[in-house]
């Protein structure tokens, strides 16, 4: 059982039916969608069923959304109760381990969860959930997502931070139905900082610091209704913008569309001039990884030492 903002009992996702999922979703926070509500019920039962057939101790992750009218402290609110359910578990105060071992009871292996201690890796080998959660809006898989190298594409252990999304890195990982939390988390807190960015507070905080900022009232998507003729010059200046903003993180396009007809109503573009100057010192000082690429590719083109013939004819 969970408590509510007013301090009710309220049961767990998990234990609740669909209607009741559904009513969840058609209030507080709009980013837990009726689907993301479904992946996190579904797996809360995946772990306690897991837990009934492998004899594993599997606590329950106490998260219930919060139904604020306001759907901005709606957001906040799961986020808030995300992180608090998602920091790494400490020693008591007085317990000796603390000072000798660290603050952090799990911390010692990159299959444990660092939050209930769950052994994600004997969930693995029984049923490997990760591969069973998926995201709401891509269909990718929590296994896809945070348990491959994203370069080499092998399984690689998702390491936990000390401050959920900052902080050192640990030695633990979170098990399914956290990780899913801490996906959601993540999203949430992107879809803050994108409403956050708006604010025209930011704007000024950017033009001070070296930011320039041009806002542009361009379409952002082929439309059947007729465009305005003053916008027809800038049409060339627009493809190249968006074609530059592919190649650099110094230019960002952000569109704003009109929750009525679905028709981009503005369009903003950002020039970031500190991210310009570190491509420039990223370009002049390659990283090592680049270097040896650079030194490989020198040793293949070098032609191979030429080797004298030697003859056997026998010398009379």
């Known amino acids: ?12 996702l998990g234990q609740v039916n669909e209607a009741t999922l ?47 009218a306001n759907p901005v402290k709606a957001r906040k609110q799961d986020i808030k109760q995300a992180y608090r359910l998602l920091k790494p578990t400490k020693r008591s105060i007085v317990d000796p381990r603390r000072w000798g071992w660290g603050n952090y009871r799990y911390n010692k292996d990159t299959a444990v969860c660092c ?26 898989t929590l296994w896809d997502l945070y348990w491959k190298n994203p370069v080499t594409g092998e399984p690689e252990a998702f390491i ?9 890195n640990m030695r633990a990982t979170y098990c399914p139905e956290h990780l899913h939390l801490y996906h959601l988390l993540v999203k949430w807190e992107a879809e803050q900082d994108r409403e956050d960015e708006m604010r025209p507070s930011r704007f000024r905080d950017k033009v001070r610091k070296g930011v320039s900022i041009v806002s542009i009232p361009v379409s952002a998507a082929v439309s059947t ?18 074609a530059d903003s592919r190649q650099t993180k ?67």
């Open 225 to 242: 209704s007729p465009s305005h003729p003053m916008l027809k010059k800038y049409e060339p200046f627009f493809a190249e913008i968006m």
């Open 1 to 12: 059982m969970v408590m509510s903002n007013w301090n009710q009992p309220q049961p767990n």
């Open 115 to 140: 939050v209930d201690g769950c052994n994600v890796m004997e969930l693995i080998q029984h049923d490997n959930l990760y591969a069973r959660i998926s995201d709401d809006e891509t269909g990718q």
């Open 22 to 68: 559904m009513a969840l979703s058609q209030q507080g926070n709009p980013g837990f969608t009726h689907n993301a509500i479904l992946e996190q019920a579904a797996a809360q039962q995946q772990m306690q069923r897991m837990a009934a057939e492998r004899n594993i101790e599997v606590p329950k992750v106490n998260f219930y959304p919060s139904r604020h």
């Open 160 to 168: 936990a931070r000390e401050g959920v999304t900052s902080g050192r």
């Open 250 to 316: 110094g230019i960002y396009v952000h569109f704003i569309t009109n929750p009525d007809t679905g028709v981009n109503d503005i369009t903003t573009i950002t020039f970031d001039n500190r991210m310009f100057e570190k491509e420039l010192l990223e370009m002049a000082q390659p990283t090592q990884a680049f270097q040896d690429v650079l030194n490989q590719q020198a040793q293949v083109m070098q032609p191979l030492p030429v080797v004298p013939e030697i003859s056997t004819e026998v010398q009379q």
